[in-house]
């Protein structure tokens, strides 16, 4: 993030100019739709593209050119930094919704219904980023992350707390996290390249 650039609401590919849809709100839907069954690989593909680009149908591209492209807004824009920790996640964005609505209303003031459609992606993730220890999202967090000390004849009942807190705040991962759906894109395209070799 640099204080002398605008957050990215247009890219070029293929030569044509793509504007963007990047409301964190919209981002966030990514998850739900690649978690839900009714729709095939090309099918979610499409709707990525379509729920991403505003001028999606003004655009020439094949398939597989929206693959590309969908890889390279995952990889560059969306979500160039990796969570730490060997991969692992200590919230969901789903199932914390109501921690990380509570939290920017703290700290920020910040309505997150009311900015539905307005607040970019990237400007969400710095905020959520930047939220206080005080904050109920980020204490939760921090219980996740939390490792349970080794037993001794004196933290019996601390270590009970700790366990008790973690069972209360566990992550459920009924759905993909927005890394795993990147994880998802990536084998989608690579079952998109193995199904045009075949076909050739």
């Known amino acids: 993030m640099k204080l002398t650039e605008r957050f990215i609401d247009e890219t070029e590919f293929q030569g044509q100019i793509i504007k963007l849809n990047l409301a964190f709100d919209n981002v966030l839907r990514i998850s739900e739709l690649l978690s839900d069954e009714t729709f095939d690989e090309i099918e979610k593909l499409e709707i990525l593209f379509e729920m991403l680009v505003k001028n999606a149908y003004e655009l020439e591209l094949s398939i597989f050119e929206i693959s590309r492209f969908i890889g390279f807004l995952f990889d560059e824009i969306l979500f160039p930094k990796k969570p730490e920790n060997g991969g692992k996640s200590y919230f969901d964005f789903e199932q914390d919704a109501a921690f990380i609505y509570a939290s920017f209303l703290q700290d920020y003031k910040i309505d997150l219904f009311e900015m539905q459609g307005k607040l970019h992606w990237q ?69 998109l390249k193995k199904s045009y070799k075949k076909g050739r």
């Open 123 to 191: 400007k969400f993730l710095a905020l959520l980023d930047s939220l206080s220890d005080d904050t109920k999202f980020k204490e939760v967090v921090a219980i996740r992350a939390q490792k349970i000390p080794a037993p001794t004849k004196y933290n019996q009942e601390e270590r009970n707390r700790i366990i008790e807190l973690k069972r209360i705040y566990k992550l459920k991962n009924e759905k993909p996290s927005l890394e795993e759906a990147d994880a998802t894109l990536t084998a989608i395209g690579t079952a």
